[in-house]
């Protein structure tokens, strides 16, 4: 069945460093993929989106592309900040039903 | 706008007992969704409404858990007896039918179960 591997956390990160969180997945045919968000206290938010091979998607200066040939889709962000801790997932979409990763906790210091 | 509300937000029961989680989605939301989420996992999903059908009940223990959403809005998730296992975070989810992948969340009910 469907399934998303993300790498484990905490990410530790001083605030401006670079920020890479790994996620990869396995399906059948060709899903749609996500990144969600959950800040401390609140429900999950969609961060951003790519829903075809090779698409970025883009939010708040997080980045991620879909890589089928990787099987992968990676977020980014080239500065990070304080307010960016929270908890990340991973997730893909098929048939209307979203298949969540573990999630990922960063926490940035000042 | 007011986002998708969930009560309680704490339940703290003794095993064998029954609990009901409730939930109100985003006005206009003709999907809903319900979610388990244990510590340290992603959202599981339990069952998704179509307005007030069960569209997608498939990993929804039947046993002991059922849930209803009557007039196709608000929303209740019962589990009757709860078992220790059920500890973990309720989480309810709505979205437009067209757009089922962007999803709103409510902050979860934490249950635990003595």
């Not at chain 1, 962000?77 to 209307?96: E, I, N, P």
């Amino acid at each position: 069945g469907d399934s998303v591997t993300q790498m484990e956390g905490p990410v530790t990160l001083s605030e401006e460093a670079f920020l890479t969180i790994n996620c990869t997945y396995t399906a059948t045919g060709y899903p749609s993929l996500f990144w969600y968000v959950q800040y401390p206290g609140e429900g999950l938010q969609l961060l951003l989106k790519a829903t075809k091979a090779d698409d970025k998607g883009s939010n708040k200066g997080f980045e991620a592309t879909y890589r089928k040939e990787t099987t992968s889709f990676h977020l980014e962000k080239g500065s990070v900040q304080v307010s960016d801790s929270a908890v990340y997932f991973c997730a893909l979409g098929r048939y209307s039903t979203l298949t969540f990763g573990k999630g990922t906790m960063l926490l940035v210091s000042p | 706008e007011a986002g998708v509300v969930q009560s309680p937000r704490y339940k703290i029961i003794e095993k064998k007992q029954p609990v009901a989680f409730w939930c109100n989605p985003i006005s206009g939301h003709n999907t809903l969704y319900w979610y388990l989420q244990n510590l340290g996992q992603g959202p599981e999903l339990l069952i998704r409404y179509e307005n007030e059908e069960a569209v997608d009940d498939s990993q929804l223990p039947k046993d002991r858990f059922s849930a209803e959403r009557l007039k196709g809005v608000d929303s209740t998730l019962k589990i009757q007896p709860a078992e220790l296992g059920d500890s973990a975070v309720y989480l309810c989810a709505s979205s437009f039918r067209d757009n089922s992948y962007e999803q709103y969340f409510g902050p979860g009910t934490r249950l635990t179960v003595t």
